[in-house]
């Protein structure tokens, strides 16, 4: 078998993930794009929750070719281990003496009944730094609620701010944004417990994607108001309640996100538009008083923008310093000119899937650039390679446990 090609700023690192879906793949993934070992511990029978989730290929479902799955888990070694077990939390244990790092996201409750929490795993690890990415966190009276990305989005008051009109129900966001924030900060403070590991040794990092998510979309403007005079914002539909133009204005093939708030940025719109004489009046050089008349401005913008097609908009409005942008699709993003000219779209290879392409590393190291270099695992394929080496276990004890159903065929 050949081994993951291992390089770059985490090169030497072993991380071990008992995760699903996405927050602990996620975070996990992103220790892999920059060269850690990344050993992925999965269910024997079903591996990762992601696998079923899709999408798939002809909507077909198929545990081999899930890209949620595929996206969340490139550049990983996959070990099918049944944690439930006493013997597979011995296993697990074992790996996790060899390791750096532990990542994981699963019910602190199920984390305690299985003796993987860790309070019991420090005493034997006391150089691990594990990183627990929940919904609520370790404690409190909502840790143990069982909950998916959502709950923990609209348990925030984000849904309240942002996403629909004001006089209206809230409408669902886009799934995992918390779970993708939640990754993002666990990632950046298990890269910052790694470094202080001399000083302190292991720690144990409690990450709750509500916080993260709520401290970035309203505890940044909304606390301080609410804290200082009992105020907060709600959502507002389409567009700024106060100024104006920003919203997103339909075109001849689809949408483009218009926004002229400074001067400046108002005269570049201004003469893209050809300078027309409904938009020379000088009360409408204030943003304010814009917003006042946000009615007839959007009319006579979207007059104007039914006449382009989005491209259009945005390339006459970028000429004038105006901060305009097309409303693409995700077929035209990644067949965008900026991403190939950037090598962000990467291409690996899968045994079931084929040619997969895979969005490379979100942040960049000029002296080791980092990202996927090796598709998704298949469900247990590095097992018996991971146990006898990490885990230092011998073939007949690898034989009994697959034959126990402890670990995967």
């Given at each position: ?89 011995a296993v697990l244990r074992a790996l ?273 650039p980092g990202g996927p270099v090796a598709?998704?695992?298949l469900l247990g394929e590095h097992t ?26």
């Amino acid at each position: 078998m050949t081994p993951l090609p291992r390089s770059g700023a985490l090169a030497g690192v072993t991380v071990i993930e008992l995760g699903d879906a996405v927050s602990a793949p996620f975070c996990a993934r992103l220790l892999a794009d920059y060269g850690a070992d990344v050993v992925k511990v999965e269910r024997t029978a079903s591996g990762d929750v992601a696998r079923a989730w899709g999408p798939f290929p002809g909507e077909t479902p198929h545990p081999e070719k899930s890209g949620l799955f595929f996206f969340c888990n490139t550049n990983k070694r996959s070990v099918a281990l049944d944690v439930t077990t006493a013997n597979g939390q011995a296993v697990l244990r074992a790996l996790l003496r060899r390791a750096d790092v532990f990542v994981e996201n699963q019910r602190p409750a199920d984390m305690r009944a299985w003796g993987l929490d860790y309070a019991t795993l420090a005493p034997e690890c006391p150089d691990l730094v594990m990183v627990s990415i929940t919904p609520f966190g370790q404690t409190g009276p909502c840790a143990d609620w069982h909950a998916y990305d959502l709950n923990a989005y609209h348990f925030t008051a984000t849904g309240s701010r942002y996403c629909g009109h004001a006089g209206r129900a809230p409408l669902e966001h886009g799934t995992f944004s918390a779970d993708f924030f939640g990754g993002y900060v666990a990632t950046a403070w298990a890269l910052g417990a790694l470094y202080g590991r001399t000083a302190i040794g292991g720690q144990h990092l409690d990450v709750s994607s509500a916080e993260a998510i709520a401290a970035l979309f309203t505890g940044a403007q909304n606390i301080g108001a609410y804290a200082q005079e009992g105020r907060f914002e709600r959502r507002s539909g389409s567009g700024m309640s106060l100024a104006a133009p920003a919203r997103i204005l339909p075109c001849r093939d689809g949408f483009a996100w218009v926004i002229a708030l400074e001067p400046a940025q108002w005269d570049g719109l201004r003469a893209a538009m050809g300078d027309p004489d409904w938009a020379a009046p000088e009360i409408f050089r204030d943003l304010f008083e814009r917003g006042r008349n946000a009615d007839i401005i959007y009319t006579m913008l979207e007059r104007w923008t039914m006449s382009l097609t989005k491209q259009e908009v945005m390339d006459r409005c970028q000429a004038h310093g105006c901060p305009t942008t097309a409303v693409y699709t995700i077929g035209e993003l990644v067949r965008h000119p900026h991403l190939a000219a950037r090598g962000q779209i990467i291409e690996l290879e899968h045994p079931i899937l084929g040619t997969v392409p895979v969005f490379g590393a979100p942040i960049r190291l000029p002296a080791c650039p980092g990202g996927p270099v090796a598709p998704a695992p298949l469900l247990g394929e590095h097992t018996r390679e991971v146990l006898g080496t990490l885990g230092a276990l011998d073939e007949a004890t690898i034989d009994r446990l697959t034959a126990q159903g402890v670990v995967g065929p």
